[in-house]
């Protein structure tokens, strides 16, 4: 069961497809990898200044007003891993106390970009329904889907 409505859903993944077109382009026709790492905070808050921590290469994607994305150009698992830790260290110093729940995806893993976002939102959602706040969870750490 998703934490998200199936409209919530459908108008998050229809922003997501958006948003990594360029990035999936260019992984295809050069092999220029690059991860996602989505986070949802169950607290009403905004996440944008968290934008002003990345690369200009990067890309941060509001989805709804407690969920994000950012996309991190050229990055294999463990330079994609290593961003998005940075990120929930730099989300931990901003808004404190808050829970944040995240999750990671690399393209490389994955055999197309609809298969890559499945998997983005079911790591999320695992995530929440585990209470795994403040855990990057990729998908070498699920070790069998229920």
């Known amino acids: 069961m998703s934490i998200f409505s199936n409209e919530q859903h459908s108008l998050m993944r229809g922003k997501l497809t958006q948003a990594i077109k360029d990035f999936s382009y260019r992984f295809k026709r050069y092999d220029v990898n690059y991860s996602m790492a989505m986070g949802h905070s169950p607290e009403n808050i905004d996440m944008s200044p968290l934008s002003q921590h990345i690369r200009e290469t990067d890309r941060f994607i509001v989805l709804n007003h407690n969920t994000c994305v950012v996309i991190f150009d050229c990055a294999n698992d463990e330079a994609g891993t290593k961003a998005a830790n940075n990120m929930l260290t ?11 729940f995240t999750s990671i995806v690399t393209a490389s893993n994955y055999e197309n970009v609809s298969l890559m976002m499945d998997e983005l939102f079911y790591l999320l959602n695992y995530a929440i329904q585990h209470n795994m706040k403040n855990i990057l969870m990729g998908h070498s750490q699920v070790i069998q889907k229920q």
């Not at 730099?90 to 944040?100: D, M, Q, V």
């Open 90 to 100: 730099r989300f931990e110093g901003t808004f404190f106390s808050t829970p944040l």
